[in-house]
């Protein structure tokens, strides 16, 4: 089946520090990525759609000066938190779909944001 | 517009015992339906989908889903459930005639298996 890495798992590092997160798609190629944060109590947050080759497509209240948002090849999306502040501690997950709109979000398995 | 609504938070349900886990939907067109399972600290695992056909859809793990068009429902069933089935659930929709890529989630139901 499709199969989606997001790297790294867990990151821990100090206030002030850009992180970057990436979401490889290993066995198809992913016209459309997404972006999600994810809360303690649960519920998903769409925070952009990116397809390859464009700029991302932030949802409202998101600053896109934040979270960057690269999509540059149909196999790979990065999002960079830039100068992360405590506040921006979060599970963060990508997921990735291909070009037919009766396919599945493929999910990788998260990357945990810890800021000190 | 779009939307998903998943109306329980939680679900307790004793090993052995049939499970269901609910969810409707509201779109303008028809839809694509999907049901998406989360353990702890991992991402969504996609589960099964309803896109035409058969109203019952199975998928993996044993689960199965209804897809209701009159009751605006797709709601997930297993006939017994294992202590292992003990997760987070999504619901998610997607609208035939959108052109663009958005899925609509449900905000998840956390469901106990008791032994």
């Known amino acids: 089946g499709a199969v989606v890495s997001q790297h790294p798992s867990r990151v821990i590092c100090k206030s002030g520090t850009s992180v970057k997160i990436e979401c490889r798609s290993l066995?198809?190629?992913?016209?459309?990525m997404f972006w999600y944060r994810q809360f303690p109590k649960k519920s998903l947050m769409l925070m952009a759609t990116?397809?390859?080759?464009?700029?991302?497509?932030?949802e409202q209240g998101v600053e896109k000066d934040k979270f960057l948002i690269n999509h540059a090849s149909l196999t790979l999306s990065t999002l960079t938190v830039t100068s992360a502040h405590p506040e921006d501690s979060s599970f963060y997950i990508c997921?990735?779909?291909?070009?037919?709109?009766?396919?599945?979000?493929?999910f990788g398995d998260g990357t945990r944001l810890s800021i000190l | 517009a779009q939307s998903v609504a998943q109306p329980e938070d939680q679900v307790n349900v004793a090993e052995g015992n049939p499970l269901t886990v609910k969810c409707t939907y509201s779109?303008?067109?028809?839809?694509?339906l999907f049901w998406y399972v989360q353990y702890p600290n991992r991402g969504l695992q996609f589960l099964l989908k309803?896109?035409?056909?058969?109203?019952l859809v199975k998928g993996s793990y044993g689960f199965e889903a209804e897809f209701n068009k009159s009751q605006t429902s797709f709601h997930l069933k297993k006939p017994s459930a294992l202590v292992s089935d003990s997760a987070l659930y999504f619901c998610?929709?997607?609208?035939?005639?959108?052109?663009?890529?958005?899925?609509?989630f449900g905000t998840g139901t956390s469901l106990t298996v008791i032994p």
């Open positions: 997921s990735a779909t291909g070009g037919y709109s009766n396919q599945p979000q493929h």
């Open positions: 309803y896109i035409t056909g058969d109203n």
């Open positions: 779109v303008s067109g028809n839809p694509y």
């Open positions: 066995d198809f190629q992913a016209t459309t």
């Open positions: 998610a929709v997607r609208e035939i005639a959108n052109t663009g890529n958005q899925f609509y």
């Open positions: 990116s397809n390859e080759g464009s700029k991302a497509t932030y």
